[in-house]
């Protein structure tokens, strides 16, 4: 098996979890944990985790951050080699606030060095992109770099679209990328249409499939994920977890889930499974990314939540 290509962002998070119920305008005692993020590169350290070949395409600060970030990624296995450093820049970060039990309350990112992603970068990237198995990137990068991206790829594009309003943004290119995985807000920013129900959510996949998408995952946390695509319509729904410590990073981990239960060549049934499983093991963490995350990890998840 080749290898698979990300582009998008990388990040430093830090995340603050309340001891007690939070009060808002106030400071609360919590406990502060920094590590390593950005949807695209905790992608791809997932898929590392999971013994893939992984080669990530972003842009860092010549910062303490930007250091921290390349050599993070390096010792997670990630090929950096594409990365690109950009003198002068900040690089990203973002914070999130969690409540005592563990999920987020409020979040917020300064990823203004995403600009610097733009079609130049893409163009100088293209060989890279056009020779891995699949490409997977996240929706922080500009609409231009998206646009570019879609037209000079030649393999199958994967996106997470990661917030409501970058997904409007996506909006007018969704149709060139083979899977697409937001949860339901997203779903609903990409298509204009209501998402409260079941059958509402299934025919917002179908706007989606008809304008060219092959498979939709939609993410609905502790209510499942349903897939649409060509086998039909395949929703699971785990057993109660309560394990959960940090809820920031499950989404990618799904995505990682998928990738890697797709190019093992897994039914859908079985992938939406995986991108379940993933999900379970990186809440289960105090990290963004799990350290535990690997196959077995998953397929423990998987046998004791999804039997």
């Not at 985790?49 to 990630?78: N, P």
């Not at 996506?170 to 129900?197: H, Q, S, W, Y």
């Not at 946390?221 to 695509?229: E, S, V, Y």
Request: glycine fraction near 10%.
């Amino acid at each position: 098996m080749g290898y698979i290509a990300g582009i998008g962002g990388a990040n430093m998070d830090i995340h603050g979890r309340s001891d007690r119920p939070l009060i808002m305008r106030d400071s609360n005692p919590g406990t502060l944990h920094t590590s390593l993020g950005g949807v695209c590169r905790n992608i791809c350290e997932n898929l590392a985790r999971l013994g893939a070949d992984v080669r990530l395409v972003t842009v860092v600060g010549d910062d303490v951050h930007g250091r921290s970030i390349l050599s993070g990624c390096e010792q997670a296995g990630i090929d950096m080699s594409a990365t690109r450093v950009v003198q002068g820049e900040r690089s990203s970060s973002y914070i999130s606030i969690m409540d005592s039990s563990g999920d987020m309350l409020l979040a917020m990112s300064d990823m203004h060095i995403i600009k610097k992603l733009d079609e130049r970068l893409v163009d100088d990237s293209q060989a890279l992109l056009c020779g891995a198995e699949l490409v997977v990137c996240d929706g922080n990068l500009s609409a231009r770099a998206v646009s570019r991206l879609t037209q000079v790829c030649t393999r199958p594009l994967y996106v997470d679209p990661v917030s409501t309003a970058w997904a409007r943004e996506l909006k007018p290119f969704i149709g060139r990328f083979d899977t697409v995985k937001p949860n339901r807000m997203e779903l609903a920013a990409l298509t204009d249409c209501p998402v409260e129900t079941m059958p509402q959510i299934e025919a917002a996949c179908d706007v989606l499939l008809a304008q060219g998408v092959r498979r939709v995952f939609v993410s609905m946390g502790a209510d499942g994920m349903l897939c649409k695509g060509p086998e039909g319509m395949i929703y699971e729904r785990s057993l109660p977890f309560d394990g959960m410590v940090n809820a920031t990073g499950a989404g990618d981990a799904a995505m990682a889930g998928i990738i890697h239960a797709t190019l093992r060549g897994l039914d859908v049934r079985q992938t939406v499974q995986w991108a379940m499983g993933a999900g379970m093991v990186a809440i289960a963490s105090p990290d963004t990314i799990s350290r535990s995350m690997s196959p077995a990890a998953i397929e423990t998840m998987i046998k004791e939540y999804l039997p």
